[in-house]
T-cell receptor, first 112, second 120 residues
Framework: GNSVTQMEGPVTLSEEAFLTINCTYT??????LFWYVQYPGEGLQLLLK?????DKGSNKGFEATYRKETTSFHLEKGSVQVSDSAVYFC???????????FGKGTRLSVIA | GAVVSQHPSRVICKSGTSVKIECRSL??????MFWYRQFPKKSLMLMAT?????????EQGVEKDKFLINHASLTLSTLTVTSAHPEDSSFYIC????????????????FGPGTRLTVL
């Protein structure tokens, strides 16, 4: 079935460090791709999205590019802040009204 | 726009009682809502897909008699945990899609803030 694989966490970085969280998905069709973020004790918030190959989603300094050739949607940020500490979920949407398929999540801790 | 609310945000109950969690789309209509469960430091596990006016579709391994889902209107779905036990303690999150966005390529799911259930 459809699935997504995320980089295992936790990831601990110093403030202003560069962040990459890897995400790959199974290549069934052409899914839309999403990154969600969950801050401690809260629900999920959409961080960014991309709907077709080579699209780049961006928000709050985070970026991810839809790479069809490698079936990847890696999340990057050039300079993380303490406030970015959260759990990040990669989620492809395969078709129609099917639910999002979530990766295991990657916990990021940014220390000052 | 596109706000999903959940009520209550937190509930503590005794073992054996039933708890109802409401999920509302505040500014859009949603024919489909999804219920997820999240264990501590774990990912979201889809429990069921709730369609307005029809029976919910449960994922394999989810007890439909224990987790009753009702989707009576385009803006409200409820999850009732019946005869709750400590192992039902978890973070329950609902999600909804905008009816009018189904044909678009975005098809974004909007998430509620979650309900933390603790069963003593």
């Amino acid at each position: 079935g459809n699935s997504v694989t995320q980089m295992e966490g936790p990831v601990t970085l110093s403030e202003e460090a560069f962040l990459t969280i890897n995400c790959t998905y199974t290549a069934t069709g052409y899914p839309s791709l999403f990154w969600y973020v969950q801050y401690p004790g809260e629900g999920l918030q959409l961080l960014l999205k991309a709907t077709k190959a080579d699209d780049k989603g961006s928000n709050k300094g985070f970026e991810a590019t839809y790479r069809k050739e490698t079936t990847s949607f890696h999340l990057e940020k050039g300079s993380v802040q303490v406030s970015d500490s959260a759990v990040y979920f990669c989620a492809p949407l395969y078709s129609g009204n099917t639910p999002l398929v979530f990766g295991k999540g990657t916990r990021l801790s940014v220390i000052a | 726009g596109a706000v999903v609310s959940q009520h209550p945000s937190r509930v503590i109950c005794k073992s054996g009682t039933s708890v109802k969690i409401e999920c509302r789309s505040l500014d859009f209509q949603a024919t489909t809502m999804f219920w997820y469960r999240q264990f501590p430091k774990k990912s979201l596990m889809l429990m069921a897909t709730s369609n307005e006016g029809s029976k919910a579709t449960y994922e394999q391994g989810v007890e439909k008699d224990k987790f009753l889902i009702n989707h009576a209107s385009l803006t409200l779905s409820t999850l009732t945990v019946t005869s709750a036990h400590p192992e039902d303690s978890s973070f329950y999150i609902c999600s909804a899609r905008d009816l009018w966005e189904l044909a678009s390529s975005y098809n974004e799911q909007f998430f509620g803030p979650g309900t933390r259930l603790t069963v003593l």
